[in-house]
């Protein structure tokens, strides 16, 4: 069951004019790089008058939702689960 983490990270992401305009590629989260080896799904929200993106991804291991407010430019840690 995934736990709610809700906290700033750090992310190297590409960013580029494609159908991905962004792709998170490592995190850093509490002092540890996370690399990312699959993003398994995306998917948009609002929040207030920003779009955010969201990201389930996967480090092998566990699987992570992080999200990229367009409007602030900051990355959150959502979730983390097996």
Not at 10 to 37: E, L, N, Q, S, T
Not at 41 to 48: E, F, I, L, N, S
């Amino acid at each position: 069951m995934p736990t709610e983490i809700k906290e700033s990270i750090k992310v190297m992401a590409v960013f580029d004019a494609g159908a991905a305009p962004v792709k998170p590629v490592k995190f850093k989260w509490r002092g540890r790089v996370y690399p990312i080896k699959e993003i398994t799904c995306t998917w948009r929200t609002k929040d207030g008058i920003a779009d955010v993106v969201h990201f389930a991804v996967t480090d092998g291991a566990t699987l992570y939702e992080i999200s990229y407010n367009q409007l602030t430019m900051r990355w959150t840690l959502e979730e983390a689960g097996a």
